[in-house]
């Protein structure tokens, strides 16, 4: 974070600094977009429980690999890539524009990405894939 409008003040004997921070707008939230005024976004979630052993492994993939490979094919406008606080389950949000979309990817991009994830993790990896349409972001 850029501290170029931090204003450093003393308490006790601790120095601190106090930054004024930006709320979003709604439009900003996660990338999400209007179209005529109403939110209009699938969110394509996949959960993913790892096998301890593959963790650092998996997370490497999906980050340097896998979830580039997905934003690469254009049909999502952002994603989010999360860890679980207990350890070996991760959640990875796709935002996508609109149903015709996801349902474009998951035809013909979705078999070779899955393919290639497969080749890599062909075991210790249990998915789940879930969609969901957003109904209103808040910020």
């Known amino acids: 974070m850029a501290m170029d409008n931090a204003i450093p003040f003393y308490r006790g004997s601790c120095l601190w600094f106090s930054i004024e921070l930006r709320r979003p707008a709604e439009s900003e939230i996660f990338g999400l977009v209007y179209l005529r005024g109403s939110l209009m976004v699938i969110v394509y979630e ?75 993790f062909s075991t210790g990896v249990n998915l789940v894939r879930e969609e969901w349409e957003i109904i209103k972001a808040f910020a």
């Open 46 to 120: 996949v959960t993913a429980d790892v096998e301890p052993a593959l963790c650092d492994d998996y997370e490497e993939y999906m980050k340097a690999t896998h979830m580039p490979d997905v934003l690469a094919t254009g049909a999502f406008t952002s994603a989010l890539f999360e860890r679980s606080l207990l350890g070996s389950r991760f959640r990875m949000r796709y935002f996508c524009p609109n149903r015709e979309t996801l349902d474009e990817y998951l035809e013909e991009d979705a078999p070779a990405l899955r393919a290639d994830f497969n080749s890599h």
